[in-house]
């Protein structure tokens, strides 16, 4: 069945530094992937979404970029902020099925 | 934006009690899902619905159902609460390939 795959349990980086989150994901129809943002104590929020193959799509300083080929929708940031300390979701259309996230924390 | 709203935001439950969370949406949207959100698990798919009179199963269904009556209702019931199922349960509405909103979560405790 489908699946949606995030390896890091936790990323911890300080202030200023490039982020990837990684997200691969299985489906047997064309993907629609998306990436949600959960703040403390908040509903999940959509950050940014994509089902074009090797386009980039960005959001709020977010950007990620499907790769059909590999079956990956990695989350990537040049500069974090603190303000970015949230769980972050990769999920897949269909069921909509997200993954396990990923929190990020950042340090100053 | 699009307003998707739960009710109770809070609830205990005895065990073996049956417990029925609520989800209210404005946005005539056609798919609603609920899901459950654990430390270590991330967002959980229970039941979700395509329309007004349909209920599927998610990927943990077992102890849940779930009602549509309307297009803008959407239900999840515990028939007999179990301490396992103590979490916070979020409703969600959304059409397909597009953003889905969420409510603002129900916190369960099964006690």
């Known amino acids: 069945g489908d699946s949606v795959t995030q390896t890091e349990g936790l990323v911890t980086l300080t202030k200023g530094l490039p982020v990837m989150l990684n997200c691969t994901y299985q489906?047997?129809?064309?993907?629609?992937l998306f990436w949600y943002v959960q703040h403390l104590n908040e509903a999940p929020k959509l950050l940014l979404k994509s089902s074009t193959d090797n386009k980039r799509t960005e959001h709020q300083g977010f950007y990620a970029t499907l790769h059909k080929s590999s079956s990956s929708f990695h989350l990537q940031k040049s500069s974090v902020q603190l303000s970015d300390s949230a769980l972050y979701f990769c999920?897949?259309?269909?069921?909509?099925?997200f993954g396990q996230g990923t929190k990020l924390s950042i340090k100053p | 934006e699009a307003a998707v709203t739960q009710s109770p935001r809070n609830k205990v439950a005895v065990t073996g009690g049956k417990v029925t969370l609520s989800c209210n949406q404005t946005?005539?949207?056609?798919?609603m899902y609920w899901y459950r959100q654990d430390t270590g698990h991330g967002l959980r798919l229970i039941h979700y619905s395509y329309g007004a009179g349909s209920t599927e199963k998610g990927d943990i269904p077992d102890g849940y159902k779930a009602s549509r009556p309307s297009q803008e209702n959407f239900s999840l019931i515990l028939e007999l609460a179990t301490p396992s199922q103590t979490s916070v349960y979020f409703c969600a509405s959304g059409d397909a390939n597009t953003e889905v909103f969420f409510g603002k979560g129900t916190r369960l405790t099964v006690v």
């Open positions: 946005n005539n949207h056609n798919n």
């Open positions: 489906t047997t129809y064309s993907p629609f």
């Open positions: 999920a897949l259309e269909g069921k909509l099925i």
